[in-house]
T-cell receptor, first 114, second 110 residues
Framework: EADIYQTPRYLVIGTGKKITLECSQTMGHDKMYWYQQDPGMELHLIHYSYGVNSTEKGDLSSESTVSRIRTEHFPLTLESARPSHTSQYLC?????????????FGQGTRLTVV | RKEVEQDPGPFNVPEGATVAFNCTYSNSASQSFFWYRQDCRKEPKLLMSVYSSGNEDGRFTAQLNRASQYISLLIRDSKLSDSATYLCVVNGDSGYALNFGKGTSLLVTP
């Protein structure tokens, strides 16, 4: 069982609200990722991090921001939620030492903006 | 061009059938290859890593062809529970650890 956790699992929120999606892992992994996935569609990488104080934007442009102050924690923030942000957000981590290994995913946060 | 290309399917097969998925990748320097499985509305989970010599895990066999830059997944004796989306994953350049294909949808029917 992967030791990577996302909260909340489900979130319904009004337009214009600020939200933070939490992601924590206890595996000591350096690399962490945020993916966005609509139902039945492919995964899109929106942010990643190589380690503490490292954050990069992914392939898909996103209005969200991330931070990496601690190894185990990689929160994603939307300053002003819009209906277009409705999607599933998946956090993942990999052990970046000695080459790339499998990615472990959290269970996801299903976000609905009304 | 995406770094990882997969036939999206869907593949509809009867129980007991053998089905094969292929995936091509563009970065010849890639070193790590995986197949993931994703059930509807769930997170992706590792099905198997793909090694240069090919590897087998029960009914599942993965192969890597570096010269042609493709990997394959063979599922024998399909079960209803094999119905899912299968994602081809390859490590990429530019510091990205993993590139995911769009996924191939499999539906095994009674």
């Amino acid at each position: 069982e992967a030791d990577i956790y996302q909260t909340p699992r489900y979130l319904v929120i009004g337009t214009g609200k600020k939200i933070t999606l939490e992601c924590s892992q206890t595996m000591g992994h350096d690399k962490m990722y945020w993916y966005q996935q609509d139902p039945g569609m492919e995964l899109h990488l929106i942010h990643y991090s190589y380690g503490v104080n490292s954050t990069e934007k992914g392939d898909l442009s996103s209005e969200s921001t991330v931070s990496r102050i601690r190894t185990e924690h990689f929160p994603l923030t939307l300053e002003s939620a819009r209906p277009s942000h409705t999607s599933q957000y998946l956090c993942a981590s990999t052990d970046g030492t000695g080459g790339d290994t499998e990615a472990f995913f959290g269970q996801g946060t299903r976000l609905t903006v009304v | 061009r995406k770094e990882v290309e997969q036939d999206p399917g869907p593949f509809n097969v009867p129980e007991g059938a053998t089905v094969a998925f292929n995936c091509t990748y563009s970065n010849s320097a890639s070193q790590s290859f995986f197949w993931y499985r994703q059930d509807c509305r769930k997170e992706p989970k590792l099905l198997m890593s793909v090694y240069s010599s090919g590897n087998e895990d029960g009914r599942f066999t993965a192969q890597l062809n570096r010269a042609s830059q493709y990997i394959s997944l063979l599922i024998r004796d399909s079960k209803l529970s094999d119905s899912a989306t299968y994602l081809c994953v390859v490590n990429g350049d530019s510091g990205y650890a993993l590139n995911f294909g769009k996924g191939t949808s499999l539906l095994v029917t009674p």
